[in-house]
């Protein structure tokens, strides 16, 4: 519950916001890894619904600003819980 609950608050008061579902609470966790390019990679883990998980999804972007894989996941996730719904 404690993890959960720590993932959740990354979507609704963090650097998550941009995978928060309407109709469904998201857990996840964003960040960045450097490379030798000198151009971060962006990457997003979560899963959803948060406290009955149907989906989890990894994404990450090569090369590409900060936050670029969060919305892109949010996305994802929306259209694969209608898919199962």
Do not use: R
Request: charged share 20%; net charge negative; no cysteine.
């Amino acid at each position: 519950w404690l993890l959960t609950s720590a993932l959740e608050s990354v979507i609704t008061q963090g650097t998550g916001t941009s995978a928060a579902l309407s109709n469904q609470p998201v857990a996840g966790k964003t960040g960045t890894a450097e490379n030798a390019t000198g151009k971060d990679h962006s990457w997003f883990v979560g899963y959803a619904p948060a406290e009955d998980p149907k989906v989890s999804i990894a994404v990450v972007i090569e090369n590409s600003d900060y936050g670029k894989a969060t919305p892109i996941a949010g996305e994802v996730l929306e259209v694969a819980l209608e898919k199962l719904a």
